[in-house]
């Protein structure tokens, strides 16, 4: 089992800048690929980022490209999403995730409770 837990969520002005956490503990999550998806009101739950825990290499949806970044702190067994130039379109819940990879939700095995980003125009 691996267990996810997300912070750093909250409501930010349109143009501004969050940066989401996702701590992970369980058993070695080393060989997964960590995942950061979102999930609108009455929309379905769209792919946002991922990152290869071992190498690092990340892959990102085409609405974030250039505005948010992904990384990981072995150390602190922690995944980070830097989100930049924030848009109201941006606002959903987002939730972190680990698994096979790729841009399908049902890719991932495991999930955090998720952490609610409102932007405000």
């Known amino acids: 089992q691996v267990q996810l837990v997300e912070s750093g969520g909250g409501l930010v002005q349109a143009g501004g800048s969050l940066r989401l956490s996702c701590a992970a503990s369980?058993?070695?999550?080393?060989?997964?690929?960590m995942g950061w998806f979102r999930q609108a009101p009455g929309k379905e739950r769209e792919f946002v980022a991922h990152?290869?825990?071992?190498?690092?290499?990340?892959y990102y949806a085409d609405s974030v490209k250039g505005r948010f970044t992904i990384s990981r702190d072995n150390a602190k067994n922690t995944v980070y999403l830097q989100m930049n130039s924030l848009k109201p379109e941006d606002t959903a819940v987002y939730y972190c995730?680990?698994?096979?990879?790729?841009?399908?939700?049902?890719?991932?095995?495991?999930w955090g409770q998720g952490t609610q980003v409102t932007v405000s125009s």
């Open positions: 369980g058993r070695t999550f080393s060989y997964y690929v």
């Open positions: 995730a680990a698994g096979r990879g790729g841009s399908l939700w049902k890719q991932y095995d495991y």
């Open positions: 990152i290869i825990w071992s190498g690092g290499s990340t």
